[in-house]
C-alpha cells in the first residue's frame, strides 16, 4: 500500500497531479472547468492573497461556501500557506457564526456575498466586535461594503515566499461535530492523519485519474471534505453541484456523469420513490456510497439495482476521525446492502458492554475506535477530550452497533439517544427503521418528551412526503404489523413542514425536541 499521504500536505497532492497529469481536468460543474495546471496556479495566487493579508502558518481561516471551485482552492492555499482550513455550514447565521468563529479564533472568514434572501458577509459584518479577533472578511460573488472582494484576494502575483514548507504533524483543517445532542465541539486534524485515511479509502475504493466524483454532502462536512480528498488522492476529477436541489438533482447527474457519487439516504429515497432516478441518470456510475445516517436495506438495493456494472456501499464515519469503516465494491450483495463495511484500513473497533468488556460478534454494544485518523483531543476543552476516551486509549464514539464474525459493521443506533420509559429503556432507531417504509413518511425521528409518571416518552416526529399526512393510528397498526413491542411504540405524533436537519441530512433531534418544548 502506497502510504505517501502521511507524509504530504493536499497541496503536495496537487502539485504530484500537476507534474502527471498538468492538462488532466481537475474541476467540472456547471459553472467552470479547471484543469490541475490551472488550479495549481489559483492556489498559490490565492496563498499569496493570503499571506498579504497577514495569514501565517497556524493561522484559522473560516470557510461558508456551497460545493463551488472557491472551496476547493481555499483548501489548497490554506494548505500552501500553513494555515487552518475551518469549515461552516451554509445554513448556519448569525448565532452559530458568533459562537463558532470566537472559539476558534479566526483571522479571516471567506463567505458569500449573496445567499438566497440575505448576504452572509453583511451578517459577520454587523456582528463587528462580537468578534474581535477576525481581522478580515472576504465576499465571494456579490461585492460587500466592508468586506475584500474575493476575486482580488485571489489574484494576488504567485509569491514563493506565500508557500511554506510543508508541516504533516501540524493541523490543516479545523471541523465542528454536527451537534445532534450537544453543542458542536471542534477537531482539529493534521495532514498525516487525516490525509492518510483518505489516501487509503482512494486506493481500495478503486478511484483513478479516469474517475468523476460527485458529493451531494456539503463540502464544509467531514463526508463531503472525505470526497475532496481522495479525488485529489487519486487525481480524480471532481464534479461540483453546489447544493443539493431535488427539481434538478436528476438533470445535474444527467449532465456530469459521475463515476463515483457520495451522497445520503435522504437525497436518493424520494427519487427511488418516485422513479425519476434511472440507469440513464446513472449510465456512468459504477459505485454510490450511502452515508450520513441510517441506511434502508430495500433502498440499497433499490439503488444497486440501477447499477448493473456498479456497486452500493455503506460508509461510517464521524468528524472526529473521518472514515472509520466502509464497504468495498467487491463485497457480497448482502453486506453492501445492510451494513457500513469493515474497519478503515489503519483503523481498529470494537463493541463493548456497558462495564467497558469485549462482546462476541454479532453482540449489540458501544462502539470504540482507535488509532491511524482518530483525533486526539478537542479544541480547548479539556473535560470533553477526557470524557470522550477510555482509560487504556479508546475513543467513545457514542454509537452502538454490531461487528460480524468477518467484520462487517453495523450501526444500530446512539447511547445518547436512549429513550427511558419508566425504567425500560430502549433506542428509537430500530423503531424508525421501520416507519421510514410507511408511505407518507419522508422523514422522521423519534424523541424523548417529559412525562410526569414516566420520566420520559416517546414522541414521533414526521416530515410528510409532499401531499401526504399520517396518523398516530396508522403508525402503531404498521408497528404491530411488524411485530414491534408495545412499549416502544410512540404515544404522540408531531408533523412538521421540515424537521431540522444537518448539512448531512440527520434529524438534529436537540432542536426538535427544544421545539417540542416550546
Not at 496537487?14 to 507534474?19: A, D
Not at 447527474?253 to 445520503?264: M, Q, W
Not at 441506511?295 to 476521525?321: F, H, K, R
Not at 473497533?349 to 454494544?365: F, H, I, Q, T, Y
Request: glycine content about 8%; some cysteine; proline content about 6%.
Amino acid at each position: 500500500m502506497n502510504d505517501s499521504g502521511s507524509k504530504q500536505t493536499i497541496y503536495q497532492w496537487l502539485q504530484t497531479q500537476e507534474g502527471s497529469q498538468p492538462n488532466g481536468v481537475a474541476i467540472t460543474s456547471a459553472a467552470v472547468t479547471m484543469t490541475f495546471a490551472q488550479l495549481g496556479e489559483a492556489t498559490r495566487s490565492l496563498a499569496a492573497g493570503l499571506a498579504e493579508l497577514g495569514v501565517e502558518p497556524g493561522d484559522i481561516v473560516a470557510v461558508q461556501l456551497p460545493n463551488v471551485a472557491e472551496y476547493l482552492i481555499m483548501l489548497l492555499a490554506t494548505s500552501a500557506r500553513g494555515a487552518v482550513l475551518q469549515t461552516l455550514h451554509m445554513p448556519y447565521r448569525q448565532s452559530e457564526l458568533e459562537a463558532l468563529l470566537v472559539h476558534s479564533g479566526a483571522k479571516v472568514a471567506v463567505v458569500l456575498g449573496s445567499f438566497k434572501d440575505r448576504s452572509p458577509a453583511q451578517e459577520l459584518i454587523d456582528l463587528g466586535d462580537k468578534i474581535p479577533q477576525l481581522d478580515t472578511i472576504v465576499s465571494v460573488g456579490t461585492p460587500t461594503d466592508g468586506a475584500l472582494d474575493y476575486a482580488a484576494v485571489s489574484t494576488a502575483s504567485p509569491s514563493p515566499t506565500a508557500v511554506v514548507q510543508a508541516n504533516v504533524d501540524a493541523p490543516y483543517i479545523l471541523l465542528y461535530t454536527s451537534g445532534t445532542t450537544a453543542q458542536p465541539k471542534g477537531v482539529a486534524h493534521s495532514s498525516r492523519h487525516f490525509l492518510e485515511n483518505a489516501k487509503r479509502a482512494s486506493s481500495e475504493l478503486g478511484l483513478t485519474k479516469d474517475d468523476r466524483v460527485t458529493s451531494l454532502a456539503p463540502f464544509s462536512h467531514l463526508y463531503g471534505m472525505f470526497t475532496l480528498q481522495i479525488a485529489m488522492a487519486a487525481g480524480s476529477c471532481t464534479t461540483m453541484i453546489p447544493a443539493f436541489n431535488p427539481q434538478t438533482i436528476v438533470d445535474d447527474l444527467t449532465e456530469l456523469a459521475p463515476t463515483a457519487l457520495f451522497t445520503a439516504p435522504a437525497h436518493l429515497a424520494p427519487l427511488i420513490a418516485s422513479n425519476q432516478l434511472t440507469e440513464s441518470s446513472l449510465r456512468a456510475t459504477r459505485l454510490v456510497c450511502l452515508s450520513g445516517s441510517a441506511v434502508p436495506p430495500a433502498l440499497a438495493q433499490s439503488v444497486d439495482d440501477l447499477l448493473p456494472d456498479g456497486s452500493v456501499i455503506g460508509l461510517w464515519g464521524m468528524t472526529e476521525l473521518q472514515v472509520g469503516a466502509y464497504g468495498r465494491p467487491d463485497d457480497p450483495l448482502d453486506t453492501r446492502i445492510t451494513s457500513t463495511g469493515r474497519a478503515a484500513t489503519g483503523i481498529r473497533l470494537r463493541v463493548v458492554d456497558a462495564e467497558g468488556n469485549d462482546l462476541p460478534s454479532g453482540v449489540k454494544g458501544e462502539l470504540q475506535a482507535r488509532d491511524s485518523s482518530v483525533f486526539t483531543s478537542y479544541l480547548n476543552d479539556q473535560q470533553a477530550s477526557k470524557a470522550a476516551f477510555t482509560d487504556d486509549g479508546w475513543f467513545r464514539t457514542g454509537d452502538l452497533a454490531t461487528i460480524d464474525a468477518d467484520g462487517y459493521l453495523r450501526i444500530t443506533g446512539r447511547t445518547k439517544e436512549i429513550i427511558n420509559r419508566g425504567g425500560i429503556k430502549y433506542n428509537p432507531a430500530e423503531v424508525e427503521a421501520i416507519l421510514v417504509n410507511h408511505p407518507a413518511i419522508a422523514v422522521c425521528a423519534i424523541v424523548p418528551v417529559p412525562d410526569p409518571t414516566l420520566g420520559e416518552r416517546a414522541c414521533l416526529c414526521v416530515q410528510a412526503t409532499p401531499g401526504d399526512t399520517v396518523t398516530l393510528e396508522e403508525v402503531c397498526q404498521l408497528l404491530d404489523d411488524n411485530k414491534m413491542a408495545k412499549y416502544k411504540w410512540p404515544e404522540r405524533l408531531e408533523l412538521f413542514d421540515e424537521l431540522p436537519m444537518t448539512p448531512t441530512r440527520k434529524v438534529q433531534r436537540s432542536k426538535v425536541a427544544a421545539l417540542l418544548s416550546k
